[in-house]
């Protein structure tokens, strides 16, 4: 079979990142107390909601493009930016033009959650997107009983999603940490990807290792994974082990000690967990979550045909419809006169500004939703929801649905395996199995 390349979004547990772009930027790390507002939630027709004047719709963001984070921040913001830019181009929403208001908060979860409360009741923007799990935990009630509608929260707290929940106007983008971790299990546990020939099912009594966190976002996904386990009579099966990067030899001699087969790995630090895989001695399959989908996450070198390395993924590049994506992002991207030629074409491979593009585009196709039903829906967060709800988005290399109060929005996820060729320093993800629903995995 013709091995496909696969360029696929790495999203890291802390670092998950979808950031947007705007005309306006402020970046005072001491935002004022905030200020109670009300705002029309447009009960009525042809009523706004606020952040809604005769010329402007205001939209919200926290980014991160200064300082340590600043290498995923910049592409993903620049993305972003890119595809409002060029709606605002081709005319914006309802005869307004988009303005975002981004704050930069430095990953300081104190500063990001008053400026939180300062888009809401100072900024009184329209909608908020691309939130960190770090400042929405502390201010979800908030947020909630406010009622704005949010696009994408980088975390996978569980408090953050609901699996269904039409009243619910938090809208989900990048999978969430629970939709992941039912992945990783329903995988190993169904396909036949194991034995010398890469063609078997993992024998019905072989122990699993599975490697996590100790962060409330890491436990809940622990959490979603032992309940497919338990649901599947295979919870005895798995042996669980929190770990730092420091105590990774420890984990792998009790998986050793206990015979396991296999590993779950539910972290990012991939290339770490290699070396100390191989230190040891160990070689066994491992399964890593899509945060580690990505040909930055492993190193040609360290590649053995008897430890193959898996990954889940969620947006997949390499079919004639991701492609067009790409070209679609880079023409976007010509919409920023700050942006030059030579950065539009590396941006097509960068990972994180494709990250910027979907939410962005998800955004946009909304808007563009709002257009098409002009005098009929207004902008307002009653018919802003309508319009996330009213079919999938299918946007080439990645399907958003929201439909009849889903809210998590990827519903399906693919599986790469790693090949590192060490003679040449080359490598590819290659697709191993298709985009499938977790009933479809589970079914095999």
Request: with cysteine; proline share 4%.
């Amino acid at each position: 079979m013709k091995m496909k390349k696969v360029l696929c979004l790495l999203l890291a547990a802390t670092m998950v990142f979808g950031m947007m772009a705007g005309c306006k930027r402020t970046d005072d790390p001491k935002p004022s107390p905030s200020q109670s507002g009300s705002q029309q939630t447009g009960d009525n027709k042809g009523a706004v909601s606020q952040g809604v004047t005769d010329d402007t719709v205001k939209i919200g963001t926290i980014s991160l493009v200064s300082g340590a984070f600043a290498f995923i921040g910049q592409p993903a913001y620049d993305g972003f930016r890119a595809c409002i830019a060029r709606l605002n181009a081709q005319g914006g929403v309802q005869g307004r033009q988009i303005e975002i208001i981004a704050y930069d908060d430095q990953f300081d979860a104190a500063t990001g959650k008053a400026y939180v409360e300062r888009f809401v009741e100072q900024d009184k923007v329209f909608l908020l997107a691309s939130l960190f799990g770090n400042i929405v935990e502390p201010s979800l009630d908030y947020l909630k009983e406010k009622g704005i509608p949010i696009v994408n929260i980088s975390s996978g707290l569980d408090v953050c999603f609901s699996e269904n929940d039409p009243d619910s106007r938090l809208f989900q983008v990048q999978p969430a940490n629970l939709t992941d971790a039912r992945y990783l299990i329903a995988r190993i546990l169904n396909e036949s990807i194991f034995g010398p020939n890469k063609d078997q099912k993992l024998p019905d009594d072989a122990k699993i290792g599975v490697v996590h966190g100790v962060d409330s976002a890491s436990m809940s996904s622990l959490g979603h994974l032992q309940e497919y386990a338990k649901q599947n009579g295979a919870l005895d099966r798995l042996v669980c082990e929190a770990v730092t990067a420091e105590t990774y030899a420890t984990a792998i001699q009790k998986f050793k000690n206990e015979g396991c087969q296999a590993c779950i790995f539910m972290g990012v630090d991939s290339t770490t967990w290699i070396s100390a895989m191989d230190d040891a001695g160990w070689e066994v399959p491992v399964i890593f979550s899509y945060g580690a989908s990505t040909l930055q996450s492993f190193v040609p070198d360290t590649y053995k045909p008897t430890r193959p390395c898996y990954a889940t993924i969620w947006a997949d590049y390499a079919t004639p419809q991701g492609q067009a994506m790409l070209d679609d992002m880079v023409d976007a991207l010509s919409y920023l006169p700050d942006v030059d030629e030579n950065l539009r074409k590396s941006y097509r491979d960068n990972n994180y500004c494709c990250a910027g593009y979907l939410y962005g585009m998800t955004v946009v196709k909304a808007m563009e939703r709002l257009n098409a039903h002009e005098g009929e829906w207004s902008l307002n967060w009653e018919d802003f929801t309508k319009a996330m709800e009213e079919a999938p988005f299918d946007l080439g290399c990645v399907t958003f649905d929201y439909m009849n109060g889903r809210r998590l929005g990827v519903y399906e996820m693919a599986m790469v395996e790693y090949i590192g060729h060490p003679e040449d320093g080359t490598e590819e993800l290659i697709m191993l199995r298709p985009f499938e629903t977790l009933e479809e995995v589970t079914a095999k």
